[in-house]
């Protein structure tokens, strides 16, 4: 278990202090990287936690100038408005374009930009627009070390749920592919450990949602018409049903890509079918 509160060192210029909100999704909690020296910038600051805020407050003390968020979800963004009223930083990120699992409070002071850079005292950050967990999903590059902020586009020891309709599956895969344009040593996910082989780490996240999307198409074939009920449970056999709501929602993604492609359609009962 890691030790809530406390900053890691994982290079000269990242330190991370996870957020004590430990669960099925979050894993151990949600991490909030500082990056910087002389002059900091918080990446994803985490839920509304007062620990874990006094925390980054304790760790950052007054070098604290810029809030990054990479989405918008309650694990990631609701301490930014607190933070930033302690310290003056500037919020970075993008509005949320749907309500549903979103931090709708966010505000940021600047809304970023696909490729546009935060100059900080020695560090750089990139932000990479990665649509497809939600739309309005960014990740981050600090172009002086080569890591690449993941927030829930990528994570560690789990595969990410996409949440239609901000999520879809199409972008998702895409911008997988994308972030491997960059030049990146090291994925710092949202949960867990670096992961160390970013071009490895990607072609088997993609791997992976291919094969789930061939078992989607195979299961939907064999007992078509089907409800998500129906479905959920001879597609996700490796997934403790305890989980089963959240895989609806990727599955759903699925088959709205499924759909676009020709492949599957709603029928007038709201069941899935199988193009035949």
Same mark, same amino acid.
């Given at each position: 278990?890691?030790?809530?509160?406390?900053?890691?060192?994982?290079?000269?210029?990242?330190?991370?202090?996870?957020?004590?909100?430990?669960?099925?999704?979050?894993? @151990?909690?949600?991490?909030?990287?500082?990056?910087?020296?002389?002059?900091?910038?918080?990446?994803?600051?985490?839920?509304?936690?007062?620990?874990?805020?006094?925390?980054?407050?304790? %760790?950052?003390?007054?070098?604290?100038?810029?809030?990054?968020?990479?989405?918008?979800?309650?694990?990631?963004?609701?301490?930014?408005?607190?933070?930033?009223?302690?310290?003056?930083?500037?919020?970075?990120?993008?509005?949320?374009?749907?309500?549903?699992?979103? @931090?709708? %409070?966010?505000?940021?002071?600047?809304?970023?930009?696909?490729?546009?850079?935060?100059?900080?005292?020695?560090?750089?950050?990139?932000?990479?627009?990665?649509?497809?967990?939600?739309?309005?999903?960014?990740?981050?590059?600090?172009?002086?070390?080569?890591?690449?902020?993941?927030?829930?586009?990528?994570?560690?020891?789990?595969?990410?749920?996409? =949440?239609?309709?901000?999520?879809?599956?199409?972008?998702?895969?895409?911008?997988?592919?994308?972030?491997? @344009?960059?030049?990146?040593?090291?994925?710092?996910?949202?949960?867990?450990?670096?992961?160390?082989?970013?071009?490895?780490?990607?072609?088997?996240?993609?791997?992976?949602?291919?094969?789930?999307?061939?078992? =989607?198409?195979?299961?939907?074939?064999?007992?078509?018409?089907?409800?998500?009920?129906?479905?959920?449970?001879? =597609?996700?056999?490796?997934? @403790? %049903? %305890?989980?089963?709501?959240?895989?609806?929602?990727?599955?759903?993604?699925?088959?709205?890509?499924?759909?676009?492609?020709?492949?599957?359609?709603?029928?007038?009962?709201?069941?899935?079918?199988?193009?035949?």
């Amino acid at each position: 278990m890691p030790t809530y509160g406390d900053p890691e060192i994982l290079t000269s210029l990242v330190r991370r202090i996870i957020a004590p909100n430990p669960g099925p999704m979050t894993g @151990d909690g949600t991490n909030t990287y500082l990056v910087g020296e002389h002059e900091l910038a918080v990446i994803d600051p985490g839920p509304d936690i007062p620990e874990h805020i006094d925390a980054l407050l304790k %760790s950052g003390q007054e070098r604290i100038r810029w809030i990054l968020c990479t989405h918008t979800h309650p694990d990631h963004s609701p301490a930014a408005a607190i933070l930033k009223e302690k310290t003056g930083a500037k919020v970075v990120g993008a509005f949320a374009n749907d309500g549903l699992h979103q @931090d709708t %409070s966010f505000s940021p002071d600047l809304e970023i930009n696909d490729d546009e850079i935060i100059h900080g005292d020695g560090w750089d950050l990139r932000a990479i627009w990665t649509p497809g967990h939600v739309s309005n999903h960014y990740c981050y590059l600090l172009e002086q070390q080569g890591i690449v902020f993941a927030g829930d586009h990528i994570m560690n020891g789990s595969t990410v749920v996409i =949440v239609p309709p901000g999520g879809d599956m199409t972008d998702y895969i895409n911008s997988l592919r994308r972030i491997l @344009d960059y030049e990146i040593k090291y994925i710092a996910p949202g949960h867990g450990d670096l992961i160390p082989d970013c071009r490895a780490e990607v072609e088997k996240l993609v791997a992976h949602r291919l094969g789930r999307e061939r078992k =989607v198409l195979d299961g939907l074939k064999s007992i078509s018409p089907a409800n998500l009920d129906e479905l959920v449970v001879i =597609v996700y056999t490796d997934v @403790d %049903s %305890s989980l089963h709501e959240w895989a609806k929602l990727s599955m759903t993604a699925h088959l709205i890509k499924l759909e676009r492609e020709g492949h599957v359609f709603i029928d007038k009962e709201d069941r899935w079918v199988f193009k035949r």
